[in-house]
């Protein structure tokens, strides 16, 4: 009810000259709502997941095994780095079209001491490449 309310005070709102009032509520009905709480939740526990690791792929900083198949997901891939202690992995909707794709955040001193040594690069974004003899910055 609330959302009609709103659709129709928007149509009193708008340029009648552009719009008709029943284009403009169609469309708004139609739209999907700029914020879902259940997508916000489902989208927590699936970058909590992050933290844990693939079936037979332990990190050293991993909790327990990935459990992503109670919100619908199965693993497309995950991907490791032990030297630099970064984790991500992807994962699809068995039956939606939705991809996650979610990184573990720093929880080692390993991680941390990678997450300051970053280097920037000038890079040419109509090839998306670096700059030859562009400047490299060091953090």
Not at 40 to 66: H, I, Q
Request: hydrophobic share 35%; charged share 25%; proline share 5%.
């Amino acid at each position: 009810r609330a959302r009609k309310d709103e659709a129709r005070s928007r149509m009193r709102s708008s340029d009648s000259s552009t719009r008709s009032p029943l284009k403009a509520m169609e469309a708004y009905l139609e739209a999907p709502p700029p914020f879902c709480v259940e997508t916000a939740c489902w989208l927590m526990e699936m970058s909590w997941e992050a933290y844990n690791d693939a079936e037979g792929r332990k990190t050293l900083s991993g909790f327990e095994p990935v459990d992503i198949a109670q919100h619908g997901f199965e693993l497309a891939e995950f991907v490791s780095n032990e030297p630099t202690d970064t984790h991500a992995f992807l994962a699809r909707h068995k039956s939606e079209s939705k991809l996650v794709l979610a990184f573990r955040g720093s929880s080692s001193n390993t991680h941390w001491f990678h997450n300051l040594r970053f280097a920037q690069t000038e890079i040419n974004l109509e090839t998306m490449q670096p700059v030859a003899g562009g400047t490299l910055v060091w953090g």
